[in-house]
């Protein structure tokens, strides 16, 4: 069949509730014009994060009833740590309630001030961590996504030319090196087995850890496994496997390719790293075996890893973002090509060409989305990326304006999508009529969760 259905059955359902173009706009000047500040009872269709928002299965709500939350020592921490050895192959598993925790425990155990974190493409809170203790994140994405519209397999590759160059002459210390599986700030694209092969030999022959961010790790072997000759027909745990293999160590939010709604974790094959970080855990989030999770979300995650493997799972939603990304490219919405596995992202810039970078095309067609359709989606550009100099007051802006479109794991269906296309083609037939946004207030850090807007006259 052509079509590829929802590879499940809805047991159990919650109410949307239908607000009014009038109620949005009252929403919205009282949240500041900031999406994340609304609440969420008055969202039509939710798409700003697919982080933590996805529905559990009926094995997952059944293993959550063994859930053991003895302080120490709980069986649910064992079936926990069995899986994520099982399918990421690291000798340390350390649990974290979600996946800045454990960004923030690598950061304060690996880094010092004037250090150098190379990645394909930092996200918000890997950059943030890095940043509050004085090192640099050093984006090094490939060169061929920065063509947004070209139809290249692996743009969320790391360029090895630059990493190769970067570890011959560090302008500083460089203590670990990442790469971001799929590359989230960089469109959700994928990351190839040999990129990943290669960059994990150039760290290794310098000496330098080797770190996977693997919070999309199954969506990211599924596409190994449909444009990388030689995967076609293996087993989406054994190129996960495979992928992990190349790594020392991997920080993951269970948020995303975890199933799960909380919970994340920490892993390394370094004892003296796990030791040092086992102590941090303590102090902030908990003993080793629950570091700050339930018994019952140890046990969600352990049973939600291999559901992300399910090839038909992962067949019915790249389908699902590959319809969205179609149908409103055919209407007149320029996107990332190709779409990628969890999220379509929006070239704001492209869309929004009659308002300058200074009035962040990107935060404004996300607030008019959801004025017109109640619609959330959240802007990946000069808001989330961008930065203010306190001394000067001179604003930095990104090389990129997009608004990504999250689509939360097994939770809307076709009708639900196909109401966002008919809302982003109506957009596009008024779009020049969309007013830009300025700043009001923010503070230093990860602005875009609490800064206030206003609309630019």
Known sequence: MKTIIEPFRIKSVEPIRMSTPGEREALLTAAGYNLFRLPSDHIVIDLLT???????????????MQGDESYAGSPSFHRFEHAVRDIFGFRHVIPTHQGRAAERILAATLLTPGDVVPNNTHFDTTRANIEAVGATALDLPCPESADL????????????????????????????????????????????????????????????PFYVDACRFAENAYFIRAREPGYEDRPLIDIAREMFALADGCTMSAKKDGMANIGGFLCTNDDAVARHEEELLIL??????YGGLAGRDLEAIAVGLYEALDLAYQEYRHASVQYLGEHITAAGVPIVQPPGGHAIYIDAASFLDHLPREQYPGQALAIELYRRAGIRSVEIGSVMFGKRDPVTGQESYADRELVRLAIPRRVYTQSHIDYVVESLAELARDRRRIRGVRIVEQPPALRHFSAVFAPVP
């Open 149 to 208: 519209a070209a139809q290249h397999p692996f743009k969320g590759n790391i360029d090895l030319g630059r990493l190769e160059r970067l570890l011959e002459r560090p302008p500083g210390p460089i203590p670990v090196a990442f790469v971001t599986v799929t590359n989230n700030g960089g469109g959700g694209q994928p990351v190839s087995m040999a990129n990943l092969r290669a960059a994990s030999q150039l760290c290794r022959a310098r000496g330098v």
């Open 50 to 64: 697919d982080s933590g928002t996805g529905a559990m299965s009926a094995q997952q709500w059944a293993a959550m």
């Open 284 to 289: 902030t989030e908990g003993f080793p075996t």
